[in-house]
């Protein structure tokens, strides 16, 4: 009797205690709570032997996120979740799955090296100025860590600095990739944040969908993981965490495909940088400085972008005397309205690449692409700038397999020893071999398919064949065919034919 009197008079002083403690909310001032509030952490804080410590969503009057606190929030998402007994769902980045995080006051229990910690996910109601009559209540969030006070010097140490960097890669792993771009400068409105503009990086290419050799797939697989994983090697050799990439090759042969699937390899986000719409080196310097760690920065058709093409001794003749002082290498393509062409010289473009301001930040590959390698100046594409070249050639037999089981989910097929045989004695890219193998229609059956792109080799080689038997200018070929083509004569492939038949023959 006396027990069950006992807890009567425990639970009346406790509704008690929680009556007046809503009254005191809701009536009292609210520095007066602060005072209580502050008052009573310094008397437990006295007698506790147990050390706490806040990661605020928002410090002060800043609008920026925390950065430790969204690394915390990725930790105990990742890591505590499956022990917490409450939880809040919301949807993720990409918008495909649920995210699992502690939902308000609830409390777990993590362990590092022996030592246990608890975390908690807590909130604080505080006014806010505002010119109305009363005065609005702001919710503020934040994680309290708990831990005892012997265990200082292995929290403060060790123990935080590994929550932060899990969190971070935690966050970078889970984040929404994206695909960047930058526009004319005379374009940015004033308000604008950021040079570069974005939309969500949504490629679906790989390196197991590529048309390339298995050999030249793991060769790359594998330098780009170690790239990835070499934060300390850079570091020690005393080396910027980069790396160049020059893809060069015909056209159609896959090296948009290759940074696309570079970037779903390493998670990256990737920069497209337009040359031509760059003003100056100036401008060209604060682009790469607001571009983030693991990232592709891509310049593609460089011998197209700007006027790199030929040796700098061999253009110094040519160009007047001003232009040779400044190294302009900048194609004047006509004034633009507010602005003229790019002005971005050779110089301005090789300290992008490997100078002293390549090196803020890092983690990012510098990715070149180009049709016509010979065409660029030597100083371009030396080792320490484009560190590894990568030639992507015309399809094999190899690559043709990656294809057909790409769209036609074939394996083998008694069509396949001859595009075997044909496929080494033409020259035709990857795109053109996709597109022959692609169903024009519900009818198209593999082998409909395998058929037509038998036809499509056959023509290649005899094109090859008339070709080494009567050598003709590759422009003069081009403008003749154009100008049949034009007149509607014949089609596109017969009209190449035709050209080369009249340029034997005299005619």
Not at 13 to 18: D, R, W
Not at 335 to 361: P, Y
Request: net charge neutral; aromatic share 10%.
């Amino acid at each position: 009797m006396k027990m069950s009197e006992m807890w009567t008079t425990m639970g009346s002083t406790l509704a008690s205690f929680m009556f007046l403690w809503t009254i005191m909310r809701q009536y009292c001032p609210y520095g007066v709570q602060r005072f209580f509030e502050k008052c009573t952490h310094r008397i437990v804080s006295y007698f506790s032997p147990y050390i706490r410590i806040s990661f605020h969503e928002y410090m002060g009057d800043r609008l920026k996120r925390s950065e430790a606190y969204a690394a915390v929030e990725a930790y105990l998402s990742a890591n505590t979740s499956k022990s917490a007994k409450r939880l809040k769902a919301e949807m993720g980045k990409d918008s495909s799955n649920l995210v699992l995080t502690m939902d308000e006051y609830e409390r777990v229990t993590d362990e590092y090296e022996g030592v246990k910690v608890w975390w908690v996910s807590s909130k604080v109601m505080s006014p806010t100025r505002s010119p109305m009559s009363y005065y609005p209540e702001q919710e503020k969030r934040f994680y309290k860590l708990t831990f005892h006070n012997k265990y200082r010097d292995i929290i403060t140490e060790s123990y935080l600095e590994h929550v932060m960097r899990e969190g971070k890669e935690i966050r970078l792993r889970n984040r929404q990739r994206k695909l960047y771009t930058n526009s004319p400068g005379y374009k940015w409105p004033s308000y604008k944040q950021t040079m570069w503009s974005h939309i969500v990086f949504e490629h679906p290419a790989t390196f197991e969908t590529m048309a390339l050799e298995p050999e030249k797939k793991k060769e790359i697989i594998e330098d780009l993981v170690t790239f990835s994983k070499s934060k300390d090697f850079y570091a020690r050799i005393g080396k910027a965490w980069k790396r160049g990439y020059l893809l060069h090759g015909p056209p159609g042969t896959g090296k948009s495909t290759m940074i696309a699937a570079m970037a779903n390899l390493l998670a990256y986000d990737v920069y497209d940088l337009e040359l031509t719409a760059v003003k100056d080196n100036t401008e060209l310097r604060k682009l790469l400085i607001e571009t983030t760690s693991k990232s592709i920065i891509v310049i593609e058709d460089i011998d197209c972008s700007l006027d790199l093409t030929g040796q700098r001794k061999k253009k110094a003749d040519k160009l007047s005397d001003e232009e040779t002082d400044k190294d302009v290498v900048g194609r004047k393509e006509g004034k633009e309205e507010g602005g003229s062409g790019s002005k971005v010289t050779l110089s301005g473009l090789l300290n992008f690449i490997d100078g002293i301001w390549s090196a803020c930040g890092g983690e990012r590959l510098i990715v070149f692409t180009t049709n016509y390698v010979e065409k660029l100046d030597p100083a371009l594409i030396r080792r320490g700038r484009m560190d590894k070249h990568i030639q992507l050639s015309y399809c094999t037999f190899d690559g043709f397999k990656v294809l057909a089981n790409n769209y036609l989910k074939l394996e083998t097929h008694p069509l396949f020893l001859t595009i075997k045989r044909l496929i080494g004695e033409a020259n035709i890219t990857p795109a053109d071999v996709a597109e022959n193998l692609m169903p024009k229609s519900p009818l198209d059956d593999p082998h409909k398919c395998l058929s037509n792109l038998i036809e499509a080799l056959e023509e290649a080689v005899k094109a090859e064949e008339l070709e080494q038997s009567c050598p003709i200018e590759h422009e003069e070929l081009l403008q003749q065919n154009g100008s049949i083509k034009e007149n509607g004569e014949l089609p596109a492939d017969q009209a190449m034919n035709q050209c080369q038949l009249r340029l034997c023959n005299g005619t």
